[in-house]
């Protein structure tokens, strides 16, 4: 990158802008622009045609001037191209101003794309965006025009004491800088191993999730080390720290601490995963997702339930789909007294195969459970392979075609009948009253 420049330099620059030979610099210049365009272009449509639709949405973004990766490679090919001016007899001009341009870019681009990719939900992006946006084109402004070493320069010379060392607000802007470069770099990888994990088939996807928490909490971890060593911290401070912590955990965050543990628990063992149908405190429902902290279970009515990793370890969770994701499902009928059960029983085996969903095998079938005071009661048992979708609609499927079946072969199904009796008593002569005669 050019030196900052004075303020002669700076009127001799804005003389050679008016120059014709700067005509010459515009147009090397969109040559580089429209090669680098060119190269990501090429680039996409071949990592599209490999990995999908808006694949590595950092480094291409949705349009090819909107990544990380167009503004780096303008740059490099702008710095390789600049030593060429010279030979041409021209002076750089344009191209002092281009470079420092093209790096506020690069750091805005690589911050935003990271941000979005790493943190997608987060309420704060826009405002990390405008953040970003400003320090950096204030820095490449105040760089051009020679402002920022001498605000450097008085930045150094404002010095505090902190324990037995001098810092000046030049270290700690400097370590901030760096320590933010780290982490986003970091959350970079990580949002890209993420990505990587979460599309390949080759694990299950619980495996997939605790691989992707892993790496993402050793990457900011590892990062976070860089940042403070980079910042002028000295690490063998965080072993008091590391112990504060520690008794922190025991204490105030013991729950926190047995959700996090909890929840890798039950990604490394399997017991839970996503997709199965579970009972939780009386709640029924798939898991939809786990988290380090909690676990989301949505019921087939839509609502979901958030439940804590320590509560699946600690309390008795029902597992539709642990073993075999077959269950079996059962409905009760009633008929006469009277009726050929021998022959009845196969047809309505027959009939309850025919319904969508209830599974061949093991195969329905059908049992003389009770002798009930209205009729003979007789309970359905078949079983399904997708509990995920409720169990209510092939549950109505069978019953109506048991109804239909029943009605076909004229079987009543009987219901309570009761008998009144009305007794009436015959009144003794003594107590028929003779009527008075009428008043004359």
């Not at 790496?215 to 504060?244: E, K, P, Q």
């Not at 628990?265 to 009386?282: C, H, P, Q, T, Y």
């Not at 019921?299 to 079996?328: C, F, Y």
């Amino acid at each position: 990158m050019d030196k900052p420049l004075n303020q002669d330099e700076l009127e001799a620059l804005g003389a050679a802008l008016l120059k014709p030979a700067a005509l010459t610099e515009i147009g090397l210049l969109l040559v580089v622009m429209g090669l680098a365009w060119l190269i990501v272009w090429r680039l996409k449509r071949a990592t599209e045609a490999h990995n999908g639709a808006h694949p590595m949405p950092v480094m291409f973004g949705r349009n090819v001037f909107d990544g990380v990766l167009f503004p780096v490679l303008s740059l490099l090919l702008a710095l390789a191209a600049r030593p060429v001016l010279p030979r041409l007899g021209v002076a750089p001009a344009v191209f002092k101003l281009v470079i420092p341009v093209l790096i506020a870019l690069v750091v805005i681009r690589l911050t935003v794309r990271v941000l979005r990719a790493g943190l997608p939900s987060s309420k704060i992006i826009k405002l990390v965006e405008r953040s970003v946006s400003w320090i950096a084109w204030i820095g490449s402004i105040l760089w051009v025009t020679g402002v920022l070493p001498v605000l450097m320069d008085s930045l150094d010379d404002v010095r505090f004491k902190v324990g037995n060392a001098h810092v000046t607000v030049l270290d700690l802007l400097q370590g901030a800088l760096t320590a933010l470069v780290v982490l986003v770099l970091a959350l970079w990888v990580s949002s890209a191993v993420e990505a990587r994990l979460l599309r390949s088939n080759a694990l299950d996807l619980s495996l997939r999730k605790i691989a992707v928490n892993v790496t993402r909490a050793s990457l900011l971890f590892i990062g976070l080390m860089f940042s403070l060593s980079a910042a002028g911290v000295d690490l063998t401070a965080l072993g008091v720290l590391g112990g504060a912590v520690g008794v922190g955990i025991g204490f105030g965050l013991q729950k926190l601490a047995s959700n996090y543990v909890s929840g890798f628990v039950i990604l490394a063992e399997r017991s839970l995963r996503i997709g199965d149908m579970v009972k939780v405190d009386n709640f029924e429902g798939r898991i939809s997702d786990i988290k380090t902290r909690y676990t989301v279970i949505r019921s087939l009515g839509g609502k979901e339930s958030v439940v804590p990793n320590e509560m699946l370890i600690t309390q008795r969770v029902e597992n539709s789909s642990l073993a075999d994701p077959r269950v079996s499902v059962s409905t009760v009928v009633q008929v006469a007294y009277g009726t050929d059960l021998d022959v009845l029983i196969p047809q309505l085996v027959d009939v309850v195969k025919t319904c969508k969903r209830v599974l061949a095998d093991p195969g329905p079938s059908v049992q003389l459970s009770n002798f009930a005071a209205d009729g003979l009661e007789l309970t359905v048992y078949f079983w399904i392979a997708d509990p995920e979708n409720g169990t209510g609609g092939v549950k109505s499927d069978v019953n109506l075609a048991i109804l239909r079946t029943l009605n076909g072969l004229g079987i009543d199904i009987p219901f309570p009948q009761r008998v009144m009796h009305h007794i009436t008593e015959a009144v003794p002569p003594e107590a028929k009253v003779e009527a008075a005669p009428p008043a004359s």
